[in-house]
């Protein structure tokens, strides 16, 4: 693999700035969260290679960059790319997948990438940041969303009878792990209780599987209960205390799922 290199300062240089200039949300932390639980359970070997690849470089905040980006107009192709739409009635077998792209081709083709040898080290970067941010995207049950309402996107919510307005997709994307006022570093250590056996049964799966448990948890997502419904939708402290456990569960098995497959990678001998 490459160093980095003097022709790469360049590179470097527009994402600290872009990534200083900042301020993150909960949500950004949501990814922050599954960064460091990968972390945890890397091979030596594999933590060796990444640091090859990206120096001293904060993963974390590196798998920030494919939201920072998606905006310019060099990526905006990307933006297709952090989700897929499928209504309950249909199955991915056999569905029409958008042009533009999804967030499953997306995770195939940089897993691809990241195991091409002949990549530059400014495209081993890249990859690795639209990977890890993809991982932690599909086990985000709206990025795996409904046509109708893009996802939650448009899904007006009263949270906790704020006046601020919200939508339902950001109650999954951050107001969720809000509640819990925890830094990124803190949260993750919170979670990452998992089993060995867990850690084997969750990174046995694969891109398409972790789609469908997505989808499979819609049903809880869209359950407003006992909340009285007008005409925009109320979320109140039940559907917190219902819905948490399943954030937390999601970032935890995106962590290490995020961590297995990086393992193949770098070092198959782990695993």
């Given at each position: ?91 991915f ?69 704020q ?15 809000d ?23 969750w ?8 789609a ?9 997502v ?43 990678i770098?070092?198959?001998q782990?695993?």
């Open positions: 693999m490459l160093t980095i290199t003097r022709c790469l300062l360049p590179f470097f240089t527009a994402w600290m700035l872009l990534c200083s200039s900042m301020s993150f949300s909960f949500g950004a932390d949501g990814h922050r969260i599954v960064v460091n639980i990968a972390q945890s359970h890397l091979s030596p070997k594999t933590a060796a290679a990444i640091r090859t690849i990206t120096g001293d470089a904060d993963l974390g905040k590196l798998s920030l960059w494919p939201d920072k980006i998606r905006y310019l107009p060099a990526w905006e192709q990307s933006k297709y790319w952090h989700y897929i739409s499928i209504d309950d009635s249909e199955e077998n056999g569905l029409k997948r958008s042009s533009d792209g999804d967030v499953l081709s997306a995770l195939e083709h940089f897993y691809t990438q990241l195991q091409d040898p002949q990549l530059s080290n400014k495209q081993q970067i890249e990859a690795l940041a639209f990977f890890m941010h993809f991982v932690a995207d599909i086990h985000q049950p709206l990025h795996v969303g409904r046509r109708d309402d893009r996802g939650g996107n448009s899904i007006d919510i009263v949270w906790l009878q006046s601020k307005r919200n939508n339902l997709h950001r109650v999954w994307d951050s107001l969720i792990l509640q819990e006022n925890k830094t990124p570093h803190q949260y993750s250590h919170h979670l990452d209780k998992a089993s060995v056996r867990q850690i084997a049964q990174q046995q799966t694969n891109f398409l599987y972790w469908r448990e997505s989808k499979a948890l819609r049903n809880q869209y359950n407003f209960s006992p909340e009285i419904q007008r005409k925009r939708t109320s979320i109140g402290t039940a559907y917190i205390e219902r819905n948490k456990p399943i954030v937390e569960q999601r970032l935890l098995m995106a962590g290490i799922r995020l961590a297995g497959y990086l393992n193949r770098y070092d198959p782990a695993q």
